[in-house]
């Protein structure tokens, strides 16, 4: 935004100076945002990537985030239109039919089907270019989801010219985002760049109301009249700007320089020349008028200083002139003022009203979750946040969930470690705990024994089996710490030993279990596990990726 400038909040007025010299000022009301009629308009179509590389979850994960896309806008004229792709692309929703105010839309983009098979980025980049109807004069904008991998010959050869349908698109007018629709290394990025030219214009979460916001940027951005940038103000193309009366400007082309000539003046054939209000030349025979600031307005005539933010009138040879002035206030609620050559106040391009946020503009009136903690509210040009204050967890080992604010516990936690959902864990050949549900005490219940039928100095202990039984009972096996280990079978003392048994009457062979580096940076130890865990939760969705 390079003619964006910073300018101070200044309360409007308009001045006026009698014969006094006083300046009377006469309070104005503040600039108001526009309402629901604002110029604030832009088509936006959609190119969702349906081909076999998406799976289904995330065909409609990427539906879910067109639908939470429309609710980030307030009064905005939006047009929506989706396109579906995979070998061959085809309308899904005919740009036109739908703007985001529409309460048939987010129906009508669920209801849209995956078909599956290859993938053609370039071919459906073609279509939406050839076939979408944008509306004359209305910015055009396209985004596309998908995980960017193109069709390939056998030789891994990119088959699709994306790049080039990319660079039409462009040259088109559509400015181009993408999104990455795919588990965390299945995504494509290199391609996703390459098609919309910039890198900052391809997000890699689930973060709907950050494109919508950087779409209302870029649109605030090119919303101002395009002309010739001159200190800070913009020439329109065609217009003539006079920066003092001895300067003419023009603009020839957007974006240009402007040119400027300068007026020579003749040398003057007399001594005390007197400069003409509006007039280049000083003169030696000046017209009768009013003296202001060193130079003569003629009477009956109004001077308008260059800045057009002062008026002056001459009404009598030598008297006092009468000048109005005007200062402008600049509403908190626009982003991004813009000035033009000759105009004194500045005004407020479309789609420039709202809050600046990271790289985007949020309109005004708009709320939207920043994260799974913070909810922000836009209000008059200013940012409100509300941050969620979350309880100790009351338990040892609380797990984040990426799409929540606050800690949550999993499991059933233990002394000897986490007691999973529905899973049971042996404490010991005679207790038994077992987890009901997340967050909850576990559940504990040891095994009663009726007497073995012989005498208790007959009574013999079999490993893995609570009760006791008679000598004559208990089957073969290996002798281990006063009980017999059944034959060919294994038995663990602990939760990092195991002991086999492979003869009757011979020590089983036991080894101990060795546990790796845990590939996380806070494992957790499971009940009846040996090796500490990873809880680490990957989000899709809300804050995840897509």
């Keep these: 935004m390079p003619w964006k400038l910073l300018l101070l909040n200044l309360v409007m007025f308009v001045a006026f100076r009698g014969t006094t010299g006083q300046y009377l000022p006469v309070p104005q009301p503040e600039p108001q945002p526009p309402g629901p009629s604002s110029g604030c308009a832009a088509d936006i179509v959609f190119i969702v990537d349906d081909s076999s590389s998406i799976s289904s979850p995330r065909f409609g994960l990427a539906l879910q985030f067109?639908?939470?896309?429309?609710?980030?806008?307030?009064?905005?004229?939006?047009?929506?239109?989706?396109?579906?792709?995979?070998?061959?692309?085809?309308?899904?929703?005919?740009?036109?039919?739908?703007?985001?105010?529409?309460?048939?839309?987010?129906?009508?983009?669920?209801?849209?089907?995956?078909?599956?098979?290859?993938?053609?980025?370039?071919?459906?980049?073609?279509?939406?270019?050839?076939?979408?109807?944008?509306?004359?004069?209305?910015?055009?904008?396209?985004?596309?989801?998908?995980?960017?991998?193109?069709?390939?010959?056998?030789n891994a050869q990119a088959m699709d010219d994306y790049e080039e349908q990319a660079e039409a698109a462009r040259d088109a007018g559509i400015d181009l985002y993408a999104v990455g629709v795919g588990a965390a290394g299945s995504v494509n990025w290199d391609v996703l760049e390459t098609i919309t030219g910039s890198s900052d214009r391809v997000f890699r979460s689930y973060s709907p109301c950050r494109v919508a916001f950087r779409i209302l940027a870029d649109l605030c951005a090119s919303a101002a009249e395009v002309g010739c940038l001159y200190n800070g103000l913009i020439i329109r193309v065609g217009e003539e700007y006079k920066p003092d009366d001895c300067t003419w400007c023009t603009c020839p082309a957007a974006g240009e320089e402007p040119v400027c000539y300068?007026?020579?003046?003749?040398?003057?054939?007399?001594?005390?020349?007197?400069?003409?209000?509006?007039?280049?030349?000083?003169?030696?025979?000046?017209?009768?008028?009013?003296?202001?600031?060193?130079?003569?307005?003629?009477?009956?005539?109004?001077?308008?200083?260059?800045?057009?933010?002062?008026?002056?009138?001459?009404?009598?040879?030598?008297?006092?002139?009468?000048?109005?002035?005007?200062?402008?206030?600049?509403?908190?609620?626009?982003?991004?003022?813009?000035?033009?050559?000759?105009?004194?106040?500045?005004?407020?391009?479309?789609?420039?009203?709202?809050?600046?946020?990271?790289?985007?503009?949020?309109?005004?009136?708009?709320?939207?979750?920043?994260?799974?903690?913070?909810?922000?509210?836009?209000?008059?040009?200013?940012?409100?946040?509300?941050?969620?204050?979350?309880?100790?967890?009351p338990c040892a080992n609380p797990v984040h969930r990426p799409d929540q604010c606050c800690p949550v516990c999993l499991d059933c936690d233990h002394e000897d470690g986490i007691i999973l959902v529905d899973k049971d864990y042996k404490v010991n050949d005679c207790m038994t705990c077992s987890c009901p549900g997340d967050g909850q005490q576990p559940i504990c219940y040891t095994a009663s024994c009726m007497a073995p039928a012989c005498d208790p100095s007959e009574y013999t202990k079999v490993a893995g089996q609570c009760c006791p039984v008679c000598q004559a009972e208990a089957p073969e096996g290996c002798p281990y710490n006063g009980m017999v280990i059944p034959l060919h079978t294994i038995y663990k003392p602990d939760d990092c030993t195991e002991c086999n048994c492979y003869e009757a009457g011979v020590a089983p062979a036991c080894i101990a279990i060795l546990c790796p580096a845990p590939a996380c940076p806070n494992p957790v130890d499971v009940a009846g596990q040996c090796c500490p865990v990873c809880r680490e939760i990957v989000a899709t969705g809300d804050y995840g990726t897509m």
């Design 66 to 154: 067109i639908i939470d896309f429309l609710q980030c806008f307030t009064d905005q004229d939006i047009g929506i239109g989706v396109i579906l792709y995979n070998c061959v692309p085809r309308t899904g929703i005919p740009l036109g039919m739908y703007t985001i105010s529409n309460p048939g839309l987010p129906f009508a983009i669920s209801n849209l089907t995956q078909e599956g098979g290859l993938s053609r980025t370039g071919h459906a980049l073609s279509f939406m270019t050839d076939t979408s109807k944008f509306r004359t004069g209305i910015p055009r904008t396209a985004v596309l989801l998908s995980d960017g991998f193109p069709q390939s010959d056998a």
């Design 262 to 393: 300068i007026q020579d003046c003749a040398a003057p054939y007399c001594s005390n020349p007197v400069k003409v209000a509006g007039q280049c030349c000083r003169s030696c025979d000046p017209p009768p008028g009013c003296l202001h600031n060193g130079a003569i307005i003629p009477v009956g005539e109004q001077y308008r200083a260059p800045d057009g933010c002062s008026w002056c009138h001459c009404e009598a040879d030598g008297a006092q002139t009468i000048c109005a002035a005007v200062a402008c206030a600049i509403s908190s609620a626009c982003v991004n003022h813009v000035r033009y050559a000759g105009e004194c106040c500045p005004v407020c391009p479309d789609c420039c009203y709202g809050c600046e946020h990271r790289d985007g503009i949020v309109p005004l009136g708009a709320s939207f979750q920043e994260d799974p903690c913070t909810t922000c509210h836009c209000y008059g040009g200013h940012m409100a946040c509300a941050v969620v204050a979350c309880a100790a967890p």
